[in-house]
Nanobody, 115 residues
Framework: QVQLVESGGGLVQPGGSLRLSCVASGIDFRFYAMGWYRQAPGKQRELVARITFDANAIPADSVKGRFTISRDNTKNTVYLQMNSLQPEDTAVYYC?????????WGQGTQVIVSS
């Protein structure tokens, strides 16, 4: 059974930082491209950042310079370090794993940026 379990979300003040984690099980993690997506209320889910199986990190333009995606294949974990958070970063953040036709999602973790 494939599971992607996100953690690390919460309430943070503008300008603050959070680190999200996503632990994968039931897949051969080293072969999967991993991604973080987010969905704000009333908006479509959007890509935040992705990282290839060989650790090539590709952030979306909207978060470039503030968010960093990384992976640890020894822990089957992908991270999203989020700095300089702004209210518009408020959303549910989802972990995604893709390999060929396999495409899996986590349940999401809530991030709220508010003073």
């Amino acid at each position: 059974q494939v599971q992607l379990v996100e953690s690390g979300g919460g309430l943070v003040q503008p300008g603050g930082s959070l680190r999200l984690s996503c632990v994968a099980s039931g897949i051969d993690f080293r072969f999967y491209a991993m991604g973080w997506y987010r969905q704000a209320p009333g908006k479509q889910r959007e890509l935040v950042a992705r990282i290839t199986f060989d650790a090539n990190a590709i952030p979306a333009d909207s978060v470039k310079g503030r968010f960093t995606i990384s992976r640890d294949n020894t822990k089957n974990t992908v991270y999203l370090q989020m700095n300089s958070l702004q209210p518009e970063d408020t959303a549910v953040y989802y972990c995604n794993a893709v390999f060929v036709k396999n495409n899996y999602w986590g349940q999401g973790t809530q991030v709220i940026v508010s003073s």
